[in-house]
């Protein structure tokens, strides 16, 4: 059963940044997956509580936050440079305090102050909270650090503000943590363990974005298919994830919906029927696979089998048709063979992904990988299995995206192309990157764009007329309004499915 959708009056503040310069200023950079980048703004959140403001220049900053990552260890190297530039700006001015966050502040601890004499604060990702207390002891002139992970922490009442502003889309959390123990992986180190948001906190927040003129959100979780709400007072409110995949799309219509990241083995029907059963769900689906080989999938600790993830792909694909998918891929992981590498390339032919993230195998400091095999691919043989990766997945992309032409699309605009302002850059609701010409539109608009070029990363289109747009429009709300009946009939049957 569904929870009745009572979305009580926000009492969130400004999502905005305060930019004041009679405030204490505060310049964060941040680092890593999405998940930071969302943490960024819920420590902004509590800094402008806490008398700062931000500012997006470094001269004028007070504190310099650096939220960190550690996934791999040039991750980790990038920030020691980032450091290196920072002890300049604290040579120009002694009174400035550095602060390091996130995932490298949880792995290192105490050793980021004893290594690098210009931190003053470490803290990590659960101790935000903190972060107040540990700037008075900073300003005092003492170094800080918290670096206690917590099984509650959700920060489920503190309302991010949002620093990138371009008032289109916008991150939500919707758990943290994370209870898979991959063996190459280092976030269950960094991040301590799963717990999911009351989806309450989670709609009202989504709420607050529609206020805010947003259109689009994703949803973030290491593994948004393990989210599960257990409601102490009574376990019919229970909620798991395509449960409230299905509340959030019903806060608004017009609200597009995206979610990162899923997990193969958890990845449920429930899910894909709600995604197909919504119109503002978009279709799109990152499947990290990290590896074609079953063998080498066992030794990953991933729980599937190369079978098992196609098994899950041809369901994506008989639910939802047009659904993109885009994965995860690590090349050269401990005792990989030329058979295990022909096996991942051959998945990926197989899928057909539609956009890939591909990585070189990065031996983590105390994971499962590191204690127990040996990280015994040389390095020219990792590049060169990548480079064979990254190429198939060029020519995948391009086939992908050349399907796409003479198509049309509602896009949904976010910013400007990177090469004129001339043109608009937006995405499908298959997450893709359209770029075209302008014309009457405007940033957060969703316009109906015909797919005319690409190229393997980008496609290229023309808004089509108004009038045909108009008319498009007239059918789009016939259809609506008859899926729409249509989806209240057979609610009930599929709830049933969903709650499975
Ligand atoms: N929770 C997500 C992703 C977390 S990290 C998931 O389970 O898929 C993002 C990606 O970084 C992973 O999917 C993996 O492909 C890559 N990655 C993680 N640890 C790595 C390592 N030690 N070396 C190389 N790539 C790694
Ligand atoms: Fe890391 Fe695996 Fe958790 Fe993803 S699911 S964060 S790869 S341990
Ligand atoms: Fe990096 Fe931490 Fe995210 S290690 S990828 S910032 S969870």
Partial sequence: MIIKQKIKKTDYKSVKPIFDSSKKRVYIETYGCQMNVNDSELVLSILQDNNYSLTRNIEEADLILI??????????????????????????????????????????????????????????????????????????GQKDINVLLSREETYADISPVRIDENGVSAFVSI??????????????????????????????????????????????????????????????????????????????????????????????????????MYQNICNCIHLPVQSGSTRILELM????????????????????PDCSITTDIIAGFCTETDFDHEQTLSLMNEVGYDFAYMFKYSERPNTKASRQLKDDIADEIKTKRLNEIIKLQ???????????????????????????????????????????????????DLANVRITGCTSATLIGEIVDEKHHETITELKNIIDETIHIVENKIKNTIKDKIRK
């Avoid at 943590?177 to 948001?197: D, F, I, K, L, W």
């Avoid at 309450?200 to 948004?224: A, M």
């Avoid at 032409?405 to 090469?419: A, E, H, M, Q, Y």
């Avoid at 004129?420 to 075209?436: I, M, P």
């Fill in 175 to 276: 758990m943290r943590g994370c209870n898979n123990v991959c063996s190459y992986c280092v976030v269950p180190y960094t991040r301590g363990a799963e717990r999911s948001r009351n989806p309450e906190t989670v709609l009202n927040e989504v709420q607050t974005l529609v206020e805010n003129g947003y259109r689009e959100i994703t949803l973030l979780g290491q593994n948004v298919d393990s989210y599960f709400w257990k409601d102490e007072t009574n376990p019919e409110k229970d909620v798991n994830f395509a449960q409230l995949l299905e509340m959030v799309a019903l806060v608004n219509p017009a609200m597009r919906v995206r979610f990162a990241t899923s997990h193969p083995k958890d990845i449920n029907n429930g899910v894909l029927y709600a995604m197909a």
């Fill in 394 to 444: 060029n020519r995948l992309s391009l086939e992908s995206n050349r399907r796409d032409i003479g198509k049309i699309f509602d896009v949904l605009i976010d910013g400007f192309s990177k090469r004129s302002t001339e043109d608009f850059s937006g995405r499908t609701s298959q997450n893709k990157t359209v770029v075209f010409p302008k014309e009457n539109y405007n940033i957060g």
């Fill in 67 to 140: 939220n960190t990552c550690s996934i791999r260890e040039n991750a980790e190297q990038r920030i020691w440079g980032r450091l290196d530039v920072f002890r300049l700006a604290k040579n120009k001015k002694p009174e400035l305090k550095i602060g390091i966050i996130g995932c490298m502040a949880e792995r290192l601890k105490e050793q980021l102050i004893e290594r690098e004499k210009i931190v003053d604060l470490v803290a990590g990702p659960d101790a935000y909270r903190s972060l107040p207390g540990l700037l008075r002891n900073v300003e005092a």
């Fill in 301 to 320: 600790n991933r729980k599937y089998t190369r079978e098992h993830y196609l098994e899950r792909i041809a369901k994506i694909r008989e639910i939802i």
